[in-house]
C-alpha cells in the first residue's frame, strides 16, 4: 500500500516544489488527498497522475511507471498464459491465480483496479467470490468482467445478477476483451 499513496513530501520532491505547496494544493482543492488517523495527508498515485497531467506539468519518471492492476483468476493454466500473452504490455500489470481462494488473498492484499473472473471452477466458484466481493465496501467497487463458459439462459442471470461489469463467453476475442479492459481503467 506505501507505494500506492505518497506523503506532501514526496510529492513535493515529485513535482520539484515546496512541502507547503503542496499542502496549499490539498487545501485549495485543486489535488485531492485524504488525513490519516494522525493528520497526515496522504495522496494517492492515481490523484497525482491526474492532477499533474490536468496541469500540464512534466510527468516525472517514476509516475511515468504507474499502471493499473488487473487480478486473472482462471483454473485452466493455459488460459492464463494466453490472456498473460494476449494481454501484456498494455498499459497495466496483470497477475494471474488458478483458483477462488488464492483469488480472496489477492484481491484483499492487492487490491486489484479489474478482476477478470471465470465462474465455473472447483473449490470457491466466481459466484462465491462475487458474494464475498459484494459484501466488503473495500471490494464492492472493483469492477469484474465474467469470462465463462456458462451460457445458459439462467446462468446468464444469475452472473449478471452477481454484481459484475460485463460478460464475455469463451472462447474471448482478446482485441475486444483489451479494449474492454482499457475502457473500464481509462486507459
Not at 512541502?19 to 487545501?27: E, P, Q
Not at 498499459?91 to 471465470?118: H, M, Q, T, W
Not at 466466481?126 to 473495500?138: P, V
Not at 469463451?170 to 476483451?177: A, G, Q, Y
Request: hydrophobic share 40%.
Amino acid at each position: 500500500m506505501s507505494d500506492q499513496v505518497f506523503s506532501t513530501y514526496q510529492v513535493a520532491k515529485l513535482c520539484n516544489v515546496h512541502h507547503t505547496t503542496v499542502i496549499k494544493w490539498v487545501n485549495e482543492g485543486i489535488l485531492k488527498a485524504y488525513t490519516t488517523p494522525g493528520g497526515h495527508r496522504r495522496i494517492k498515485k492515481e490523484d497525482l497522475l491526474e492532477f499533474i497531467i490536468q496541469h500540464q506539468m512534466p510527468i516525472p519518471d517514476q509516475m511515468s511507471k504507474i499502471s493499473k492492476n488487473v487480478l486473472i483468476v482462471d483454473d485452466d493454466i493455459e488460459v492464463l498464459e494466453e490472456y498473460r500473452d494476449a494481454l501484456g504490455g498494455n498499459g497495466f500489470d496483470l497477475d494471474c491465480v488458478s483458483d477462488g481462494f488464492e483469488a480472496g488473498v489477492k484481491i484483499y492484499r492487492e487490491n486489484p483496479d479489474l478482476i477478470l473472473l471465470d465462474f465455473r471452477m472447483p473449490g470457491m466458484d466466481g459466484f462465491q467470490i462475487c458474494e464475498i466481493l459484494q459484501r466488503d465496501k473495500k471490494t464492492a467497487q472493483i469492477p469484474v468482467i465474467a469470462i465463462t463458459v456458462l451460457s445458459s439462459d439462467e446462468d446468464v442471470k444469475r452472473i449478471k445478477a452477481s454484481g459484475i461489469r460485463k460478460y464475455m463467453v469463451k472462447p474471448v476475442d482478446m482485441d475486444k476483451l483489451l479494449t474492454l479492459i482499457k475502457e473500464i481503467l481509462k486507459i
